[in-house]
């Protein structure tokens, strides 16, 4: 079975730019999560969508914007691209997701997508 | 809010070795713990994950962890290391806030196999 896919795999914007990131998740997972991974750091949470309502954000302006669709994709969005964007963009799916077991839910992670603003 | 600390950014390790890596959160109750591998051009893969009950966590790939609550601590072990261990190694904590599954993630450490 295909892991989670996303694309493109790399992607060069100049700051002001929009851009649109795409991930599909493992078949049968219906919760997409987004994470930022800056050069040298750890990743960091952005979003996590589970029937295609937002049902967690992290700490991102919001130039940033997620959706899920019935298909159970997701888009990433990011507007007015500033130079601080540049990072590698992971998408992780996860089977289902629970409030009262938040934090369970084993994540799997794409191999990202790699975006540059120049 | 919840942190995670990884104090070594680079640890050099002789093939055959035993390798332990730091792992530091802050949480006020009882955290989940994840321990995640990445591969250069791969995604994180999950080593192993502490919920709740027996503090020693087996992994794949025969890596352990311990999770001691009065140190704060979740290292991850490994008794003997081969080549295709070297990578960047994540550890994280869940976020609790708002209820979602987003981990925090700490700032890694690169392991470096020596042969």
């Known amino acids: 079975d295909a892991g989670v896919t996303q694309s493109p795999t790399h992607l060069i914007k100049t700051r002001g730019q929009h851009v649109t990131l795409r991930c599909s998740p493992i078949s049968g997972h219906k919760s997409v999560s987004w994470y930022q991974q800056v050069l040298g750091q750890g990743p960091q949470f952005i979003f996590q969508y589970y029937e295609k309502e937002e049902r967690g954000r992290g700490n991102f302006p919001d130039r940033f914007s997620a959706r899920q669709f019935p298909n159970y994709s997701s888009e990433l969005n990011v507007n007015a691209l500033l130079l601080g964007d540049s990072a590698l963009y992971l998408c992780?799916?996860?089977?289902?997701?629970?409030?009262?077991?938040?934090?369970?839910?084993?994540?799997?992670f794409g191999a990202g997508t790699r975006l540059s603003v120049l | 809010a919840q942190s995670v600390t990884q104090p070594d950014i680079h640890i050099t390790v002789s093939e055959g070795a035993s390798l332990e890596l730091r792992c530091n959160y802050s949480?006020?109750?009882?955290?989940?713990l994840f321990w995640y591998v990445q591969s250069p051009g791969q995604g994180l893969q999950l080593l192993l994950k502490?919920?709740?009950?027996?503090?020693l966590v087996q992994g794949i790939k025969g890596f352990e962890a311990e999770f001691k609550r009065s140190q704060s601590s979740f290292n991850l072990r490994k008794p003997s290391v081969h080549w295709s261990d070297a990578a960047e190694y994540f550890c994280?904590?869940?976020?609790?806030?708002?209820?979602?599954?987003?981990?925090?993630f700490g700032k890694g450490t690169h392991l470096i196999i020596q042969p």
């Open positions: 994280a904590v869940h976020t609790s806030g708002g209820g979602a599954d987003g981990l925090t």
């Open positions: 992780a799916s996860s089977q289902r997701y629970e409030r009262s077991s938040a934090g369970k839910n084993i994540q799997y």
């Open positions: 949480y006020g109750a009882t955290p989940y």
């Open positions: 502490y919920f709740s009950g027996d503090t």
